[in-house]
């Protein structure tokens, strides 16, 4: 069975930067299309962003274009997420997981990791 751990989130200035990794072990991870999702409070999961198995395809939500981007090293079965200008709606915690394709928020596997915490100052 697949596990996922993300890690990389924190505390951050409006304007800051962080790296979002998600580390799978268990399985390989390398033949999947990926994606990140964030939960803010009193919000449904978000699907932000996805990457082909390859890492060729890239989708991004609306509301990150421009300031987050998604990779994938199939060699260390890990998928980041690089965030820049941040700001405070960014705030939430995010997760990964496979998904059918780089640009469908369905999941792949019904287990998620713990998540990592994402908090944006003003």
């Known amino acids: 069975q697949v596990q996922l751990v993300e890690s990389g989130g924190g505390l951050v200035q409006a304007g800051g930067s962080l790296r979002l990794s998600c580390a799978a072990s268990g399985r390989t991870v390398s033949s999947y299309a990926m994606g990140w999702f964030r939960r803010a409070p009193g919000k449904d999961r978000e699907f932000v962003a996805g990457?082909?198995?390859?890492?060729?395809?890239?989708y991004y939500a609306d509301s990150v274009k421009g300031r987050i981007t998604i990779s994938r090293d199939n060699a260390k079965n890990t998928v980041y997420l690089h965030m820049n200008s941040l700001k405070p709606e960014d705030t939430a915690v995010y997760y990964c997981n496979a998904v059918p394709s780089y640009n469908e928020y369905n999941i792949v596997f019904h287990s998620w990791g713990q998540g990592t915490q994402v908090t944006v100052s003003s």
């Open positions: 990457i082909s198995w390859s890492g060729d395809t890239t």
